[in-house]
């Protein structure tokens, strides 16, 4: 559960840190990407765990409500998956065909 939690966080992150205030991003990137605990993150900022442990909550609540309104994140997974099947499918079916696989995996350079 923790591991999937992170996952989604640090996605959501990648899409909507642009919308987050300088103090929400630094306390999320140093939680989530960099593994630092509350009370790390607390002593450095000069501030009480309870502020970051706050923090942090309210910027997850505000990083869920973003992709409850955008859907950013799950158009994303849909594209990769919709990509992997045609992946799969031009592998399994076109072999030999150079040019079809160059231009299925330009597509998916596009997702990166």
Wanted: hydrophobic fraction near 35%.
């Amino acid at each position: 559960m923790a591991i999937e939690k992170t996952n989604r966080i640090n996605a959501l992150f990648e899409f909507y840190e642009p919308l987050l205030t300088e103090k929400q991003m630094t306390y999320i990137e140093l939680y989530y990407r960099d593994d630092y605990s509350l009370g790390e993150i607390a002593e450095n900022y000069q501030v009480s765990r309870q502020a970051v442990y706050d923090n942090i909550k309210r910027t997850e609540k505000i990083l869920e409500e973003y992709e409850d309104k955008l859907h950013l994140y799950a158009h994303f997974q849909k594209e990769v998956a919709q990509t992997d099947r045609l992946l799969a499918y031009v592998s399994e079916n076109y072999p030999q065909d150079k040019q079809l696989m160059a231009l299925v995996r330009q597509l998916e350079k596009l997702e990166e």
